[in-house]
């Protein structure tokens, strides 16, 4: 081997060693990590515009639930990025903080690192969950505007409060998750949508859940199952916007009409994950919403 092959051979091998570090191309979308605190948070970014739009997801999904919203407005020149939370995704998986409260600090410290002072927050199903929580916490960077989608502060129903679950639903499913786990998490995913799939998607989301850890998607459950967090709507401050499916219309109607300069939307014939499943549909509703410079 002459020195010029061995010049060429070492370049390789160091930019092979480099390049991952600084994030690696995946798609339509660059995958990264990020310290944050004990964990180190995984996320996607794409775009480059001066205006950042966060995406969190729901409960035991990825950054990659997002796959339909990251390169349409990454396009319409927005600097997008897509988080997996604790324990979910290929962030770190913790025994401990395992809960709504802990990722809405994880999401404070993640923006301060990156030194996003102003974006707009968008969060699906649990990760309105995430959203509430934060935008009541005392320790807040306050979005432009904010995005809830498809959930909301309670899910069991009270006297005053509609509710989406049963307490006999919850059992159910976390008993189903125990007997079988793999089996209840594929039933709960075909059942967040309307519209027929190819299969891929559905072995994405299941594959995607299965990255996290039973004691920690036990542990969030139980806080969205018994968490009350009503009062936290009243700390949302800045434009709002709620998009539901017909089935949720009064949990929306409820926090239109306890949050304010706040405006409600139904997206027709489509399952709770109607970011996949009505994916032009939700994504031309957040773009009028979000408006032009």
């Known amino acids: 081997m002459n020195r010029k092959t061995i010049l060429t051979v070492f370049l390789l091998a160091l930019l092979a060693a ?48 997002w796959k339909e919203q990251i390169p349409y407005f990454s396009f319409r020149g927005f600097r997008v990025i897509a988080v997996d ?27 301060q690192s990156l030194k996003i002072e102003r974006c707009y927050l968008v969060g699906w199903a649990a990760g309105v969950t995430t959203l509430l929580e934060y935008l009541s ?23 005053d409060y509609p509710g ?10 976390l008993l189903s998750f125990q007997e079988d786990r793999a089996k209840a998490m594929d039933q709960y995913l075909r059942g967040l949508f309307k519209t027929r799939h190819p299969e891929i998607l559905y072995k994405e989301l299941l594959d995607s859940s299965q990255r996290t850890p039973t004691g920690a998607a036990v542990s969030l459950y139980f806080d969205l199952f018994t968490g009350d967090r009503r009062s936290a709507l009243r ?7 709620i998009v539901m499916t017909p089935e949720n219309r009064a949990n929306g109607e ?23 499943d009505k994916p032009q549909a939700f994504n031309q509703i957040l773009e009028s919403f979000l408006g032009t410079h």
């Open 137 to 159: 916490s005392p320790e807040t960077l306050m979005p432009e505007k904010v995005v809830f989608a498809e959930g909301g502060p309670a899910m069991v129903k009270m006297e």
């Open 18 to 65: 480099v390049l991952p570090a600084a994030g690696k191309e995946s798609g339509p979308w660059r995958d990264k990590y990020l310290q944050v605190g004990d964990i180190k948070i995984h996320y996607l970014e794409a775009g480059a515009g001066d205006r950042t739009l966060v995406f969190v997801p729901g409960w035991m999904t990825s950054a990659e639930v």
């Open 254 to 276: 409820y926090m239109k009409a306890r949050i304010p300069r706040c405006s409600l939307e139904i997206i027709e014939d489509a399952g709770a994950a109607f970011i996949l």
């Open 85 to 111: 939370p604790r324990s979910q995704g290929e962030t770190t998986r913790t025994e401990l903080g395992n809960t709504y409260q802990q990722h809405a600090a994880d999401l404070h410290e993640f923006l």
């Open 235 to 241: 700390h949302v401050g800045v434009p709002s916007l």
């Open 164 to 173: 989406s679950v049963t307490p006999q639903q919850a059992r159910k499913l």
